[in-house]
């Protein structure tokens, strides 16, 4: 395992954990970016750290150059330690605050505005609706996280692939 993967990967961690008890205890979880984007936000911040660490390691320790699989390893090792240490944040997260804060969603306005503007259901069935979501929202931590780590693996594991390529840079 490369070390400098290894910090890397620790510095990214790091800084999701930051980015998202930010949106967490500011506030910000129920609005439109936090509730939408905030999570694509963290997945996507894995992509500079990605190119630092190869253009480290190609710069410093090889001359300029770095092969594909050694690109790839490095990535995948950045991706494996943020995987890791993010999907235990996510867990504690939900057990936390998650169950609480889908029983503030399902019941603000937003949420009866979403069902208002549904055709299909009627008014008297609106706190039935409200009451069904409540109870499935209390899923396991382990379920909420599983569904978080899936877009994390595929869009953190396609993108270290892309990053290893392009940033690949053989003797000629």
Sequence with gaps: MNK???????????????????????GYSLTSFGFYFSSLTSVLM???????AIKSVRDKDNNGLIGGKEAVRICLTIFAVGAVIISTYNYFEFEN?????AI????????????????????EDYQKIIAEQIKASE??????TTGKLFSFMLIGGISAFITSAAMRKASK
Excluded: R
Excluded at 104 to 123: E, G, P, T, V
Excluded at 139 to 144: H, P
């Design 4 to 26: 400098k993967a290894l910090i890397y990967g620790l510095a990214y961690s790091i800084v999701v954990i930051a980015f998202k008890l930010f949106i967490l205890l500011g």
């Design 139 to 144: 899923v396991s931590g382990f379920k909420a």
């Design 104 to 123: 503030d969603y399902y019941n603000s306005d937003k949420f009866m505005a979403f069902l208002k503007s549904q055709a299909k259901i009627k008014a």
């Design 97 to 101: 605050s998650g169950k609480a804060m």
């Design 46 to 52: 894995i992509i500079p750290f990605y190119y630092l």
